[in-house]
C-alpha cells in the first residue's frame, strides 16, 4: 500500500480539527455560576423608653345641649330673626307668632278681672253692714250666712280671672321664641304665613333645631374585658377611665390627623354593661372653642390603659404581617435573618410599642426589610455605622 504526503495544507486543515473539537469539549464543561452575595440590612437593638399604654377607641361626637324649637302657641308665623345655620345665644329672638289675638285675649281677661274685683268689693260691703244688721235682728241668720257665701264666691272668682290674665299674658310671651340654649341652629322649617300648632301634645310644629357647640362630649364603647381591666387600674390608684371619682384625661384625634393632639376629660361612665354587645358606654368632654368638632362626626380616643412603665420601641418600617400576624426579622450570630411574631402597642415618637415577643438584646433589622425573606442569610450592618464601600477591582490576568 502506498501513502501519499498530505503537504503543509493538510497539516494545517488537521490542527483546525483538533482544536475545534477541544473547544466543543470545553463548551458542555463551564463552571456554575457564583452565588449572590448576602443582602445588606441595618440592624439595631429595640429602644428602651418608659411609657405610658394606652387604648383606641373609635366613637363620635354629640352635643351637650341639642333642642328642638317648638311653639307653645298655636297661630300664624309672623316673622324669622334668624340666618339658617348661624350660633344664636342664649334668649335670642328666633320666631313671632302673630300677636294680635292674643292681646285681644289679655285685654278682655284684664276686663273680666276688674269686673270680680268690683263685684268683691260690693259683697264686702254688703257683709260689713249685715253684720250690725244681725246684732240688731234687722236680719236673720240666713240672710247674713248668705252675704258671707256671696263674698267668698266673689273671692274665688277674683283669683280665677288673676289666672285667666296670667295665662293670657304667658300666652302673649310665647308668641315670641327665643333660643332656650346657645349653640348653632339649622335651618327653619317653616316659612312665614304658615300655621303653626302649639301646645304640649305630640302634634306640634318643628320650627327648628338647636346644638350646643362648646364644649362638646365624645361618646364611645368600651369592651367588656377592657373596662375590667380599667377599674382594677382604679383600685390601684392609676388614672383610669371606669373611675367615677376623678377625670382621667384622654387624646383625641379626627379622622384625617395622625397624633392625638386634641386634650380630653373623662366625665361619665355608664352604670351597666349591655348584655347583647358585651361593651360599656362611655363619655369625654373637650373643649370646642374653635368649633372645629361637630355632632355626629367619628374621631378616635386614645385613653391610659397601664401603669407607666418601661417598654421595648422599634421603627414602624421594621414590622411585617402575615395575614393577622405581626413579625420582625430578627439576625442572630449566624447572620441568618428570622421571623419573630409580636404583639403591638400604641405608636410612641414615631416609634412602635412591642408588648410581647422581643427581648432587648435582639437585634431587629430595622432597613431593608423588603429584601429578605425567612431563614435568608445577610450582611447586618449597624445602625449609624457607616456604609462599607465598593471593593477594589480584581487585577486583569
Not at 95 to 114: C, G, H, Y
Not at 133 to 144: G, H, M, N, P, S
Not at 278 to 289: K, L, P, Q, S, V
Not at 324 to 329: G, H, L, P, S
Amino acid at each position: 500500500m502506498q501513502f501519499r504526503s498530505a503537504g503543509p495544507r493538510g497539516l494545517g486543515i488537521a490542527v483546525l480539527t483538533v482544536v475545534a473539537v477541544g473547544l466543543l469539549a470545553g463548551c458542555g464543561q463551564s463552571p456554575p455560576p457564583a452565588a449572590p452575595p448576602a443582602p445588606a440590612v441595618t440592624v439595631a437593638n429595640p429602644v428602651r423608653k418608659v411609657v405610658s399604654e394606652t387604648d383606641e377607641f373609635v366613637g363620635r361626637f354629640i352635643a351637650v345641649d341639642a333642642v328642638e324649637v317648638r311653639a307653645r302657641v298655636s297661630g300664624y308665623l309672623d316673622a324669622v330673626h334668624f340666618t339658617d345655620g348661624q350660633l344664636v345665644k342664649q334668649g335670642d329672638l328666633l320666631f313671632t307668632i302673630d300677636r294680635r289675638p292674643f292681646e285681644t285675649t289679655l285685654a278682655q281677661a284684664k276686663a273680666n278681672l276688674a269686673q270680680a274685683k268690683a263685684n268683691l268689693a260690693f259683697t264686702e260691703t254688703d257683709l260689713n253692714r249685715a253684720q250690725q244688721l244681725v246684732r240688731d235682728k234687722t236680719i236673720t241668720e240666713q240672710t247674713f250666712d248668705q252675704r258671707i257665701q256671696a263674698k267668698r264666691v266673689a273671692e274665688a272668682n277674683v283669683a280665677a280671672q288673676e289666672a285667666a290674665v296670667q295665662q293670657a299674658e304667658l300666652d302673649l310671651t310665647f308668641t315670641e321664641l327665643r333660643a332656650p340654649v346657645s349653640g348653632r341652629i339649622g335651618d327653619r322649617r317653616v316659612s312665614p304665613g304658615n300655621l303653626v300648632t302649639g301646645g304640649v301634645t305630640g302634634n306640634t310644629t318643628l320650627l327648628a333645631t338647636i346644638v350646643s357647640t362648646d364644649p362638646i362630649r365624645f361618646e364611645f364603647t368600651i369592651d367588656e374585658a377592657s373596662f375590667i381591666r380599667y377599674q382594677r387600674l382604679a383600685k390601684e390608684g392609676v388614672d383610669s377611665i371606669s373611675s367615677r371619682d376623678h377625670q382621667a384625661p384622654v387624646l383625641l384625634r379626627l379622622i384625617d390627623e395622625k397624633a392625638f393632639s386634641h386634650k380630653g376629660r373623662m366625665d361619665f361612665i355608664d352604670n351597666v354593661v349591655d348584655k347583647s354587645s358585651g361593651t360599656i358606654r362611655g363619655r369625654a368632654e373637650f373643649d370646642n372653642a374653635g368649633g372645629l368638632f361637630t355632632p355626629g362626626v367619628f374621631a378616635r380616643i386614645q385613653v391610659p390603659a397601664a401603669k407607666p412603665g418601661e417598654a421595648l420601641l422599634v421603627p414602624d418600617v421594621a414590622i411585617g404581617s402575615e395575614q393577622v400576624r405581626k413579625f420582625v426579622y430578627v439576625v442572630g450570630d449566624d447572620n441568618v435573618a428570622k421571623p419573630k411574631y409580636v404583639v403591638l402597642g400604641q405608636l410612641v415618637d414615631g416609634l412602635r410599642v412591642i408588648r410581647e415577643g422581643l427581648s432587648p438584646d435582639d437585634r431587629v433589622v430595622v432597613n431593608g426589610v423588603a429584601r429578605i425573606r425567612p431563614m435568608m442569610k445577610v450582611t447586618p450592618q449597624p445602625q449609624g455605622a457607616p456604609a462599607p464601600g465598593p471593593s477594589a477591582a480584581a487585577p486583569a490576568k
